[in-house]
């Protein structure tokens, strides 16, 4: 029997390649943006990351694309006021969205925020998969499951990226699984299939990198 949300297997060497020269080439901070109406053209494949506050969001997309500081990571949490656009190439972007959970924010800069990432998810045609960070230490929280509720009323399928896997016991890893796919069964815009990664060791890199490649 198979379990519900596996793990993606890891590629074959040729998509590992194909992907790892995608992102070896020319990446870069485009724009950030604060309204709808200041979006790049929607003329490429993009994927956005969604995750709460210190969850490796950063962290990930600077491993990805092999620049450290690419995407600003910050001690502060709730400081990514903006929609981050980065340029992979001429075909595809990078989308850092806020993170969420901040307990420190103003009600009314939430507000706005939740108003844009709405928008932005809802009416964002080129979106071709939202990836949700969940930190493998601590499994869904309820602000996890808020933004995967967001994503399943704004019709873009969002994939499970589990973070900071080299830093969780193996005991605990079991019952942390069991627990975030319980989570991901009860929306019907998961992805079916889990990424598991370590920016700091490197680990699921190259399958996350693939999976970005291959999408159209």
């Known amino acids: 029997m ?5 793990m993606v297997e890891e590629p074959d060497a040729e998509t590992l390649e194909a992907a790892r020269k995608l992102f070896a080439g020319e990446t870069d901070f485009l724009k950030g943006v604060v309204k709808m109406d200041g979006l790049p053209p929607a003329d490429r494949v993009e994927v956005c990351f969604a995750g709460r506050s210190n969850v490796g969001k950063s962290s990930l997309i600077n491993a990805l694309t092999g620049r450290k500081a ?3 990571a910050s001690n502060t949490p709730g400081r ?8 992979v190439g001429q075909a595809h972007y990078l989308v850092d969205l806020p993170g969420y959970g901040y307990a420190n924010a103003p009600v009314a800069i939430v507000e706005k925020w939740q108003k844009l990432l709405k928008q932005y998810l809802s009416g964002r045609q080129t979106l071709r998969r939202a990836f949700v960070l969940i930190d493998s230490r601590h499994g869904v ?3 996890d499951e808020e933004i995967m509720k967001l ?3 704004s019709a873009v399928t969002f994939q499970c990226v589990l973070t900071k896997e080299d830093k969780i016991k193996e005991a605990e890893r079991e019952p942390m699984l069991k627990q975030v796919r319980a989570a991901l069964s009860r929306h019907p815009a998961a992805f079916p299939e889990i990424i ?5 060791k490197g680990w699921g890199i190259g399958t996350l ?3 970005i490649a291959n999408l159209e």
């Open 209 to 211: 990198r693939s999976v």
């Open 141 to 143: 929280k309820k602000v």
């Open 80 to 87: 990514t006021q903006e929609i981050n656009f980065f340029t």
């Open 2 to 6: 198979q379990l519900p949300f596996p």
């Open 70 to 72: 690419l995407a600003r």
């Open 151 to 153: 994503l399943d009323t």
């Open 196 to 200: 598991s990664t370590s920016s700091e």
